[in-house]
């Protein structure tokens, strides 16, 4: 054993031999980054509420959000914010949907 600066003996590494049949396959072309599925939501608003209320809560009980009509909403991709938007809805298929009105500098 050869002595690291430390004049410790240093510890001998094991070796893993490897199976030959993994030798003769050539490696797998690796996932392009652009395939990498992420999550993204849109936050519509927020409320604080109790436990006590949270508690208490039935079928047709409502929550008031800290966001009005007409305001941005928040677009997270993964839990982190990237920018915000405006609700729209596709008028064919009567889908809601997200327009970017603006994009955080550092995503």
């Known amino acids: 054993m050869i002595d690291d600066v430390a004049g ?17 396959q050539p490696p797998q072309p690796r996932a392009r980054l652009g395939d990498i599925p992420v999550e993204v ?5 927020r409320a ?5 209320q949270l508690a208490a809560t039935k079928q047709g009980s409502w929550f008031r959000l ?9 677009i997270q991709v993964n ?8 609700i729209v809805s596709d008028d064919r298929d009567n889908f809601v949907g997200i ?9």
């Not at 604080?48 to 006590?52: D, N």
Request: charged letters at 25%.
């Open 79 to 86: 839990g982190k914010t990237i920018g915000y938007g405006e």
């Open 8 to 24: 410790k003996p240093s510890a001998a590494l094991p070796e893993f031999p490897m199976p030959e049949e993994n030798l003769a």
């Open 48 to 52: 604080k509420i109790s436990v006590a």
């Open 66 to 74: 800290d966001q009005r009509f007409g305001e941005p909403v928040e």
């Open 99 to 107: 327009r970017m009105t603006s994009v955080e500098s550092r995503i």
């Open 41 to 45: 939501q849109v936050v519509i608003g």
